[in-house]
């Protein structure tokens, strides 16, 4: 499938791996009417679908309702082939009478360019509050997470959900500072950061060495790992026989429960018996065995898309 470049251009942002996207889409088998973008962020993916395929109603999942607005603005020309549902995906049941009718649905997870060029503490390059959620289901804020929580508390975090190697340095030097003053923004966290880190650890090039810190916090505070596999577990049941499930993600927590859960709905049966008692049958066919990568020229003009992977499944 060709996309105009200039089309892209448009949007003001650029979905990630959105020529994969659209081909696995426009190989689905199936003869659903519906599709659906779990993650509609500012209207990317969602546009690109409403554009291409005119004969598809499509519904959007969004959490976030300031950028769901956005889009909401952005889309409004597609009329009644649209309907944008403002919650999180993992309730995807929410999609009603689509059970069935759906030739193809994409997740792309994490968060969008907006959110970290915006003033809720994803980012570190612009100061401002340490807040970081999505939307008001968050228990807590990042400022009361890293102000509040127990030393060893903040270091699981860190370690579990970012990956990050000196978790416990880090946590330490965080209890010593907010006895003094409240860490209250993105700057004061990322300066912390770097103060506890070995230095031959605060060289970067590209990544900033507090990038899985923060990423640690903004999982923990919108508790993203635990709403994805069930979701994609309410995902399958919605496809039409051979409609297509397609997820990007972006870091290897997110990619092991992808991988997992398409694996399990893909196995097959295993009792050994020639009649089948253990009732375990495949609900999906793998497309892709490994992940795709985003290709070197969508990297270059896009540099978030470079730890990108997509996961494709289709419905038996």
């Not at 599709?35 to 962020?41: A, L």
């Amino acid at each position: 499938m060709n996309i105009d470049p200039d089309y892209i251009a448009s949007l003001g942002h650029y979905p990630v791996m959105y020529r994969e996207v659209m081909q696995h889409l426009d190989e689905s088998k199936s003869a659903g009417s519906v599709m659906i973008d779990c993650t509609m962020g500012s209207g990317g993916h969602s546009g690109l679908i409403l554009e291409h395929f005119s004969a598809h109603s499509l519904i959007s999942f969004e959490r976030d309702r300031e950028i769901a607005q956005l889009a909401r603005t952005r889309l409004a020309r597609f009329g009644e082939r649209h309907r944008i549902i403002e919650t999180n995906y993992v309730n995807l049941d929410q999609a009603g009478d689509a059970a069935g009718k759906v030739s193809g649905i994409v997740y792309d997870l994490g968060i969008s360019t907006w959110h970290y060029e915006s003033a809720r503490g994803f980012a570190f390059k612009n100061t401002s509050p340490l807040d970081m959620r999505l939307d008001d289901t968050c228990e807590f804020s990042a400022a009361e997470v890293v102000n509040t929580f127990a030393e060893g508390d903040l270091a699981d975090i860190f370690f579990e959900y970012g990956e990050e190697r000196f978790s416990r340095r880090i946590a330490r030097l965080i209890a010593a500072s907010r006895q003094s003053a409240p860490i209250a923004t993105t700057d004061d966290l990322a300066k912390i950061v770097m103060r506890a880190l070995p230095p031959a650890k605060k060289k970067h090039e590209g990544i900033h060495p507090a990038t899985r810190v923060f990423q640690a916090l903004r999982i923990y505070v919108n508790n993203e790992l635990d709403t994805i596999a069930p979701s994609l577990q309410k995902a399958w049941k919605l496809l039409a026989p051979g409609g297509r499930l397609i997820v990007i993600s972006f870091h290897s927590l997110e990619d092991r429960i992808v991988k997992s859960t398409m694996r399990e709905l893909a196995a097959g049966c295993d009792c050994g018996m020639r009649e089948c008692i253990c009732g375990k049958v495949p609900r999906v066919r793998l497309i892709t065995r490994k992940p795709l990568l985003p290709q070197s020229d969508e990297v270059d003009a896009n540099k978030p898309s470079r730890s990108a992977k997509m996961r494709v499944c289709e419905r038996i």
